[in-house]
């Protein structure tokens, strides 16, 4: 059993480049969530999902977009990077419904490098 | 929702009982009390949730006054490799879930 599954874990890029993080989840969890952690800081929504096809906007959206078009996938995207976004991107899913304790299932975490 | 306050850092020693208190004032009446632990280049993990009075599974209590205004994380008898990041975290179980900035508790031999 994988739980939640991040890729790549380390990206060096140029500014003005663009990348998509994967995240893949096998507990069939409706809901998924990108965060980002910057150095000594605790974490910050940027986008989240509570269902295929759906998406919604975080605390800090700016920059990024966001895919569900599988269940079990969740991509975040920049589509224009910036040395801004230079931080350790985590993604996380929960259950839904009678199986949803609240319980937040997280990933080893994405660190992006932006130069 | 409901906003979170905790104390940035605390030290303790091993075999000591440690308690971290967050403040959550307005919490709503569908809200619950979730912990996470970070340590270092980790995701965060579930300790302990709560709605109301208390709470105990194997690794940490959760006690939630009557008010629900405010709750205390008891870890017993930690030992250094229980030194990592604390996060209260307050919402609805449907809702989406935010990170305050936590409490870095540093276990000392």
């Known amino acids: 059993n994988a739980g939640v599954t991040q890729t790549p874990k380390f990206r060096v890029l140029k500014t003005g480049q663009s990348m998509t993080l994967l995240c893949a989840q096998d507990m069939n969890h409706e809901y998924m969530y990108w965060y980002r952690q910057d150095p000594g800081m605790g974490l910050r929504l940027i986008h989240y999902s509570v269902g295929e096809g759906t998406t919604a906007k975080g605390e800090v959206p700016d920059g990024y977009n966001v895919s569900r078009l599988k269940k079990q996938n969740f991509l975040l995207g920049l589509e224009s990077a910036a040395p801004s976004q230079t931080s350790v991107y985590f993604c996380?899913?929960?259950?839904?419904?009678?199986?949803?304790?609240?319980?937040?299932?997280f990933g080893e975490g994405s660190r992006l490098t932006v130069l | 929702l409901a906003k979170t306050t905790q104390p940035i850092s605390m030290d303790s020693y091993e075999g000591q009982e440690v308690n971290i208190t967050c403040s959550h004032n307005n919490i709503a009446t569908n809200d619950y009390i979730t912990w996470y632990q970070q340590f270092p280049s980790q995701g965060p993990r579930f300790i302990i949730q709560g709605y109301k009075t208390k709470v105990t599974n194997e690794v940490a209590s959760l006690f939630i006054p009557a008010d629900r205004k405010s709750s205390t994380l008891s870890l017993p008898r930690v030992s250094l490799s229980d030194t990592a990041v604390y996060y209260c975290l307050v919402g609805d179980l449907r809702g989406v879930l935010t990170f305050g900035g936590g409490t870095r508790l540093m276990v000392k031999p």
């Open positions: 996380a899913s929960r259950a839904s419904g009678r199986d949803n304790t609240g319980e937040l299932f």
